[in-house]
């Protein structure tokens, strides 16, 4: 279609605002409802009165669909610009075309790749209007709230152009603020804040995020341009991730004025948060803490190959650890697993707890004065076996006994250590005791029972001034005692004697039973088996003389 001078006068008759626009960008021509509805343009750029997409929003807030073609016989562009009845959402994200936006948003807006949902049609669809209902039906079905704004050349005026229902059910859903209207409530500092944000992305044509908050309720919006003249506004409610922050937040105050150590770790083992008291017991700062394994720091108090048991852990557990500190040093500490489930709670995935109690810290030995101590321990204990050769072996039996009763038991490993380093020791006050006394084969008079009782508070004597890595001090005393009280030294009751030397106490007897004395022959196992169970609960641990039995009865031997 092209258009000749008998036709100029025509197209004053009509509704329909028409302009030519030159090769310039410049208004050539305007009939009369143009003049009538913008005033006389001729000569202006088009572009920067119109903008250079298929709709328009005058001063008033009126929407106009424009229709373009090109005038070949002319060389112009034809516009006719009419009066949209609704809002064509396919026209509102067309892409600029680059190299003809000379506002404000000709940087922002660049496409380069220079195409139009328009000018490049999606094959499955056989109509415009198809995929004009398509794009419609996803933009109000939308579950987040999303409104799309026009701006005014001066980008002081926002007019609303359409919104979607999730945008009209937002609590803080400000149209009203928008278009100026009055509020039943004050305007709030959130509508302020929201209309301002909107203004600045027209005039800058930059991007924006910004969360509003009113009372309990939080949103976060995103402004963004879509074209030279109109912006979404895309909302999210996210109340709910504000309060799990505002909770962290609190948790982590209210960890950081505890006095235990408190760390935290991921499903992977890695540590995510951590408090005050944790940098004064690892020796770090928190930030050489977070983001680390666990392993780098404490192992269990066991064997390494049972370091993981650590998180393998039901819901609350208490485990013995050892901590390596940053200067190389390492603290024992009991610590109180509690394992949170994520996948119960909503969570992103399951969470261990560690708490520390600052109470139970104490140094632990490096590995080789550890050897080093015990290797001393089995050299004392030689040295009894030497001025008592009837008994000789006799610790050592013990020894190996009472750490398997331990075991059995299911000790801790520093308990397991205090047994058998303790009942090698046990006997090691007969020092004191004449080598006579302790070799004759007859019955012993009453004082020299008197000067073989002494032992357990010679032996005493001697290792109480040893700072040694566990109380074996006690079990060497009290290896004697008895439940109902008629042991000696003390006369100790039930559990007055400490669980280590009830272990040791079993043990040694058993092993005193079925082994040769100056004064007898060896028993029979029977014999030690009917002894320990008819003095269970009154005169040995029940559940030591149990774990001792089962012990015997699995194949153990003392040599």
Avoid at 57 to 80: E, L, P, T
Avoid at 525 to 538: M, N, P, R, V
């Amino acid at each position: 279609m092209s258009l000749d001078e008998s036709t100029d006068f025509n197209l004053d008759l009509i509704d329909e605002a028409v302009m030519m626009v030159d090769n310039t960008g410049r208004i050539c021509f305007q009939n009369l409802s143009s003049r009538r509805y913008f005033g006389d343009v001729v000569g202006k750029e088009y572009e920067i009165l119109f903008g250079s997409s298929d709709m328009f929003i005058d001063d008033v807030g009126a929407v106009w669909s424009i229709s373009s073609y090109f005038d070949r016989n002319r060389f112009r562009d034809v516009k006719i610009l009419k009066k949209a009845n609704s809002i064509n959402i396919e026209s509102l994200i067309k892409k600029e075309k680059p190299g003809r936006s000379t506002d404000i948003f000709e940087e922002s807006q660049k496409n380069p790749y220079g195409y139009s949902l328009s000018a490049t049609r999606i094959r499955h669809f056989e109509t415009d209007s198809e995929l004009n209902r398509l794009f419609r039906k996803a933009f109000e079905e939308q579950f987040i709230g999303a409104a799309i704004f026009s701006v005014d050349r001066t980008c002081e005026r926002i007019t609303p152009l359409a919104k979607n229902l999730a945008f009209e059910l937002n609590r803080l859903a400000r149209l009203p603020v928008v278009e100026g209207l009055a509020l039943e409530r004050p305007i709030s500092k959130a509508d302020h804040l929201y209309l301002q944000a909107l203004k600045r992305v027209a005039r800058t044509g930059r991007q924006e995020t910004i969360v509003l908050s009113e009372e309990a309720y939080h949103e976060e919006v995103c402004i963004r341009p879509i074209s030279s003249r109109e912006l979404v506004s895309i909302h999210r409610e996210i109340t709910a991730e504000i309060n799990t922050r505002i909770e962290l937040a609190t948790a982590k105050s209210i960890i950081d004025t505890v006095d235990q150590a408190v760390i935290c770790t991921d499903e992977k083992g890695m540590i995510i948060l951590s408090n005050r008291a944790a940098e004064k017991l690892f020796g770090r700062k928190r930030d050489q803490i977070i983001g680390r394994e666990v392993f780098n720091f404490m192992e269990a108090r066991c064997s390494r190959s049972e370091d993981r048991l650590i998180t393998n852990v039901s819901r609350v557990d208490k485990r013995s650890v050892i901590v390596t500190r940053s200067d190389g040093s390492r603290v024992e500490v009991e610590a109180l697993v509690t394992k949170i489930d994520g996948s119960q709670s909503g969570g992103p995935g399951a969470r261990t707890v560690y708490s520390f109690a600052e109470s139970n810290f104490h140094h632990v030995l490096p590995e080789s004065t550890e050897r080093t101590i015990k290797s001393l321990i089995e050299t004392l204990s030689t040295v009894v076996e030497v001025r008592d050769p009837y008994t000789a072996g006799h610790q050592r039996r013990v020894s190996k006994l009472a750490t398997a009763i331990a075991t059995e038991m299911g000790l801790n490993s520093d308990q397991i250590d205090t047994v058998r380093e303790g009942a090698l020791l046990h006997d090691i006050g007969k020092i004191s005791v004449p080598t006579e006394i302790l070799s004759k084969p007859g019955r012993l008079t009453e004082n020299e029972w008197f000067l073989i009782q002494s032992h357990s508070e010679a032996g005493f004597e001697m290792l109480e001034r040893i700072e040694l890595p566990w109380p074996v001090s006690s079990i060497v005393r009290q290896h004697h005692e008895r439940l109902d009280g008629s042991g000696y030294p003390q006369g100790l009751r039930g559990k007055e004697i400490p669980i280590e030397t009830r272990i040791v106490t079993v043990a040694d007897v058993f092993e005193a039973i079925v082994s040769h004395r100056p004064y007898r022959p060896a028993h029979e196992t029977s014999a030690a088996i009917t002894e320990l169970t008819e003095g269970a609960g009154k005169l040995y641990d029940p559940d030591v003389v149990d774990c001792c039995l089962s012990v015997v009865g699995s194949g153990f031997s003392l040599d």
